[in-house]
């Protein structure tokens, strides 16, 4: 057996036997409580006779779907409901099972991580249920809200004692990046009525005379006054012939509303708390924002989207944030992933996805190969 695959393997056994000082012994011993699971089958074992123990299927990726995969706060959801389902008076493995989710979270479980393809076994009705829900509504708290449909003794309380714990991970990682202001930013002091009249008119119809129409269907009004002088970008539109050509006033845009959101209080109010919160409280698409502040030529908002994209730097986006990064010409954002490569280069250099940079983007390539050693990194690994 391949060792991350034991580590896996190791992981899912001490959350599914509801072993929480298992599960931090193995973390202590430097397992990922991050590690996705791949396997086609995750099991739960519980006592049959005294030649073998059953092995009962109560959780599975279903294979119908490109790609499944879940993360160990998903398996540790799942394991208190069934925990709690089948407790009879006696809810101490129950408990234990709650202890390993709050283990999980103390110890760096990101509650933003999203599940495909989950197949969960109902107890009380022995059938199959499935939680397919796409991003972002397919985070450990959605699969508990999911799990309530389904309520058998007391499941449902402590699904909501764990959505409680989510729920303070949620707002302590918020203010914790709502006061990692950006140290490139500058800022002055300004009359509370000034700031009070611009915050005043976010959002507000009143005086509108364009309409963010967004992807997700959600409109959105603001003033083009604002917004020219905010954006060089929305300057020359208005400048050229786009007034003319909407005489709605209805800007169409491939970009969420949350995003959009996003830009538009950092444009009246200069509230970057305020910005990131309203990121951190949706999908936070951190190269969305990028490319969104590269397009609109919005300077602050670039400076706040690089700090967003350094902060959430992973195994699986970071070839993508390398290659914006050098798309849009932001240096900090490139050394950052280069740091972080070379911080993780095993897993990071080892990926199929980074070897096909060397093809898809020989310069880059060996940019990162430079920094990293030296030397031009090889194609074959």
């Known amino acids: 057996m ?49 030649d073998e123990p059953l092995k009962e299927e109560v959780v599975a990726l279903d294979t119908s779907i490109a790609d499944p995969v879940a993360y160990p706060l998903h398996l540790a959801i799942v394991s208190l409901y069934q925990s709690a389902v089948k407790a009879v008076g006696n809810y101490y493995s129950t408990d234990q099972a ?13 509650w933003k991580l999203g599940c495909t393809g989950l197949s969960i076994i109902n107890t ?24 309530k449909k389904y309520e058998y003794g007391k499941s449902n309380r402590y699904m909501d004692s764990a959505i409680t714990l989510i729920e303070s991970a949620r707002k302590k ?77 209805v800007w169409r845009t491939s970009h969420s509303s949350s995003l959009i959101k996003s830009v538009l209080i950092l444009m009246y109010t200069g509230s970057v708390e305020e910005c990131q919160k309203l ?30 994209c350094i902060k959430n730097l992973k195994l699986d986006n970071v070839r993508m944030m390398l290659q914006t990064a050098n798309v849009h010409s932001c240096e900090e954002l490139k050394k950052a992933c280069f740091e972080y490569i070379k911080a993780n280069a095993i897993k990071a250099l080892m990926s199929a996805d980074m070897i096909g940079l060397a093809t898809e983007d020989p310069d880059l390539w060996a940019e990162l190969g430079t920094f990293l050693n030296g030397k031009r990194p090889r194609a074959d690994g």
């Not at 298992?22 to 006779?49: C, E, M, W």
């Open 173 to 249: 990682e918020i203010e914790k990046i709502a006061k990692a202001k950006p140290t490139s930013l500058k800022t002055t002091a300004v009359l509370e009525s000034v700031a009070n009249t611009y915050k005043s008119m976010l959002f507000s119809e009143d005086f509108s005379d364009v309409t963010f129409q967004c992807s997700d269907g959600v409109s959105i009004p603001a003033h083009k006054i604002i917004l020219a002088a905010s954006s060089p970008y929305f300057k020359t539109a208005f400048h050229g012939d786009w007034t003319e050509n909407n005489s709605e006033g």
């Open 98 to 110: 709650y202890e390993t989710i709050r283990v999980l979270l103390r110890n760096g479980a990101d």
């Open 279 to 308: 990121l951190m409280e949706n999908e936070n698409d951190p190269l969305g924002l990028l490319d969104l502040a590269c397009e609109y030529d919005i300077k602050p908002l670039v400076l706040v989207s690089v700090d967003n």
């Open 2 to 50: 391949h060792p991350e695959t034991a580590k896996h393997r190791d992981i899912v056994d001490a959350i599914t036997s509801s072993s929480p000082e298992r599960l931090k012994s193995l973390i202590d011993q430097g397992h990922d409580v991050n590690t996705p699971l791949f396997t086609d089958s995750i099991y739960s074992f519980n006592a049959n006779s005294e």
């Open 124 to 147: 009380c009705q022995y059938e199959w249920i499935s939680f397919l829900e796409g991003a972002p509504r397919n985070q450990p708290i959605h699969l508990a809200l999911f799990l």
